[in-house]
């Protein structure tokens, strides 16, 4: 996030990425002068996408009007970043109702160890084949004991969990609470304009090296949201 500053006839930026006080702050005393490369890429980016919208929705319009009765708009434009997005989300769609379900069996063998029952671990795929999986159930049935072979063992490390971009935030949000995407960005919006959260609508993960987040968290500390 950029904010600029007149000082007479020059332009200084302060950059910083959260709205803490502290971040704030620190921005205003280290005002830089403007990137003029970061401002001509803004210009190709505008440039691009006028051009490219403006002749994909010429193409669009001129290419589907007339083709379906009940399309009556005018002019179907085209967003560089919306039109390939929908396309995905209208596949998914398309897969979901010509989606066919097959029932299919599964194989969750149970052991008894002094006295104890133990659920083996199931290394087989779903099988579709209904006389396949009866054919492996009556095969173990006649099976009274087991001989261990080997004995793998592993370790795993757990790593501190990364801040969610807007990509993340929506596949937890859905999985975890089921949320859908217009509530789940309308909540972090508020928590945005409260202070809770950086800036939702992001595409990174990673905290500048100036950020202080053991201040952030301390403000936090008594919140009742918590």
Same mark, same amino acid.
């Given at each position: 996030? @950029?904010?600029?500053?007149?000082? %007479?006839?020059?332009?200084?930026?302060?950059?910083?990425?959260?709205?803490?006080?502290?971040?704030?702050?620190?921005?205003? =005393?280290?005002?830089?002068?403007?990137?003029?490369?970061?401002?001509?890429?803004?210009?190709?980016?505008?440039?691009?996408?006028?051009?490219?919208?403006?002749?994909?929705?010429?193409?669009?319009?001129?290419?589907?009007?007339?083709?379906?009765?009940?399309?009556?708009?005018?002019?179907?434009?085209? %967003?560089?970043?919306?039109?390939?997005?929908?396309?995905?989300?209208?596949?998914?769609?398309?897969?979901?109702?010509?989606?066919?379900?097959?029932?299919?069996?599964?194989? =969750?063998?149970?052991?008894?160890?002094?006295? +104890?029952?133990?659920?083996?671990?199931?290394?087989?795929?779903?099988?579709?084949?209904?006389?396949?999986?009866?054919?492996?159930?009556?095969?173990?049935?006649?099976? @009274?004991?087991?001989? /261990?072979?080997?004995?793998?063992?592993? @370790?795993?490390?757990?790593?501190?969990?990364?801040?969610? =971009?807007?990509?993340?935030?929506?596949? /937890?949000? +859905?999985?975890?609470?089921?949320?859908?995407?217009?509530?789940?960005?309308? /909540?972090?919006?508020?928590?945005?304009?409260?202070?809770?959260? +950086?800036?939702?609508?992001?595409?990174?993960?990673?905290?500048? +090296?100036?950020? =202080?987040?053991?201040?952030?968290?301390?403000?936090? @500390?008594?919140?009742?949201?918590?």
């Amino acid at each position: 996030m @950029k904010q600029g500053k007149s000082i %007479g006839n020059r332009i200084l930026r302060a950059k910083f990425s959260s709205i803490t006080p502290q971040d704030i702050k620190r921005a205003m =005393n280290k005002l830089v002068s403007p990137n003029e490369l970061d401002s001509k890429a803004v210009d190709v980016r505008q440039e691009l996408d006028l051009k490219i919208g403006c002749a994909f929705t010429r193409f669009q319009t001129r290419f589907f009007l007339g083709k379906y009765a009940n399309l009556d708009s005018s002019v179907i434009s085209f %967003g560089p970043c919306q039109t390939p997005t929908l396309a995905l989300c209208v596949k998914r769609h398309d897969d979901i109702l010509s989606f066919v379900p097959q029932p299919f069996y599964t194989i =969750n063998p149970k052991v008894r160890i002094d006295g +104890s029952l133990i659920e083996l671990d199931n290394t087989r795929d779903r099988i579709f084949v209904k006389k396949k999986a009866t054919d492996i159930v009556e095969s173990l049935k006649n099976i @009274k004991s087991l001989t /261990v072979v080997s004995v793998q063992s592993e @370790k795993k490390t757990l790593g501190r969990p990364h801040g969610l =971009n807007t990509v993340e935030l929506l596949k /937890v949000a +859905s999985s975890g609470l089921g949320m859908g995407p217009q509530h789940t960005m309308h /909540v972090a919006e508020r928590l945005y304009i409260q202070g809770y959260v +950086s800036y939702p609508r992001t595409e990174t993960s990673k905290y500048p +090296s100036e950020f =202080n987040i053991r201040e952030v968290l301390q403000e936090l @500390k008594g919140s009742a949201y918590l």
